[in-house]
């Protein structure tokens, strides 16, 4: 099992470019997740799915949109880049309401 | 407003010693805490959690304790290891259909050998 995956690792964009990270789980959960993390603050979330197909908006949503098409992928666009999206995106899962959640490596994402 | 805090954002601690990380929080609707760890470059790892209907949670090394009335837990690690050394994160979850964890800002553990 990969577990949890994050596809690209690191990523330099020019602000008001766009891309899309990828997150991807092989452990048949109902549940994603995507935080982003800043320095000297704790793990933010930003959206979060509750199965294929369905999406909902976390703490800090603005700027980010998401998509389950596939009950193993979770993708995060970000249509216009800013500098104050310079950040640390993680991706986890988790089983249905089950609080423990499995994150993957992480995707280092500089905004110039 | 951080519901879940972390005041020490560092602490440095003798190999064979005990390490206490510390957690307060503000709302009183968290029912489930959860202590995760984290390797530079890698993401969080889970490592113990507890329910509020208990004040106590075990494994292993690691005990985690929950006042309640304080709103405030703690994670021990006994006896610390150097590959102990890492950042410890404090999440909470309240009632909801997804369970959103909220976490604290993290505290960078260093175990000296």
């Known amino acids: 099992n990969a577990g949890v995956t994050q596809t690209p690792k690191f990523r330099v964009l020019k602000t008001g470019q766009s891309m899309t990270l990828l997150c991807a789980q092989d452990m048949n959960h109902e549940y994603m997740y995507w935080y982003r993390q800043d320095p000297g603050m704790g793990l933010r979330l930003i959206h979060y799915s509750v199965g294929e197909g369905t999406t909902a908006k976390g703490e800090v949503p603005d700027g980010y949109n998401v998509s389950r098409l596939k009950k193993q992928n979770f993708l995060l666009g970000l249509e216009s880049a800013a500098p104050s999206q310079t950040s640390v995106y993680f991706c986890a899962s988790s089983y249905y309401s089950q609080e423990t959640q499995y994150f993957g490596p992480g995707t280092r994402l500089l905004v110039l | 407003d951080q519901q879940v805090k972390q005041n020490s954002p560092s602490l440095s601690v003798q190999e064979g010693r005990i390490s206490i990380l510390n957690c307060d929080y503000t709302n009183s609707m968290f029912d489930y805490f959860l202590w995760y760890k984290k390797y530079p470059a890698e993401g969080p790892t889970f490592l113990i959690s507890i329910s509020s209907i208990k004040d106590k949670n075990e494994d292993g090394r690691f005990t985690v304790f929950l006042n309640k009335s304080a709103k405030h837990l703690s994670l021990h690690i006994v006896p610390s290891q150097p590959g102990d050394s890492a950042v410890y994160f404090c999440?909470?979850?309240?009632?909801?259909?997804?369970?959103?964890?909220?976490f604290g800002s993290g505290t960078q553990l260093t175990v000296l050998p």
């Open positions: 999440a909470a979850s309240g009632r909801g259909s997804a369970r959103q964890l909220t």
